[in-house]
């Protein structure tokens, strides 16, 4: 079995550099998550004004709202993403590595994760439900046809 140089000096095998591999790649689809989350919200309120009939598509907007509420009932029950908790188990599976060797995962953990009380984070979460909740009276999707 082959083995590279990890950041830091540290000899790693080839199963850890899966799993690590594997980790990014959770941690990029959490931030691609977090990005239509954030990006959908922000685009249906600006396509109201750009007229963007994209932004009214119902399924669309169905996926959206399931998004939001599934982070907004996580941050009420106090519970860790299930993408976080993956992602770390195969850091831990991979030998502990940080993020320090890899620039995307280094980038996109240094936006994702920051220190605060939880109950911030259910508030935040809270109110930009809210907003997500608001935006299907100011900014209605298009009924369904039949």
């Known amino acids: 079995m082959s083995s590279h140089r990890a950041p830091g000096g540290d000899t790693l095998s080839e199963p850890s550099s899966v799993y690590l591999v594997?980790?990014?790649?959770?941690?990029?689809?959490?931030?691609?998550?977090?990005?239509?989350?954030?990006?959908?919200?922000?685009?249906?309120?600006?396509?109201?004004?750009l007229r963007w009939r994209w932004i009214r598509n119902r399924l669309f907007r169905l996926l959206h709202l399931a998004a939001v509420v599934v982070v907004v009932v996580q941050s009420w029950l106090g519970m860790i993403c299930p993408l976080t908790i993956f992602e770390m188990a195969l850091r831990q599976r991979a030998g502990g590595t940080t993020y320090s060797g890899a620039f995307i995962a280094h980038w996109v953990e240094q936006?994702?994760?920051?220190?605060?009380?939880?109950?911030v984070f259910a508030v935040c979460y809270s109110l930009f439900g809210a907003a997500v909740v608001a935006s299907w009276f100011l900014v209605p999707p298009r009924r369904a046809r039949g």
């Open 22 to 49: 594997i980790a990014d790649t959770v941690l990029v689809l959490h931030a691609a998550f977090v990005l239509f989350v954030v990006g959908s919200l922000v685009a249906i309120y600006a396509g109201r004004y």
């Open 111 to 119: 936006l994702l994760y920051y220190d605060a009380p939880a109950w």
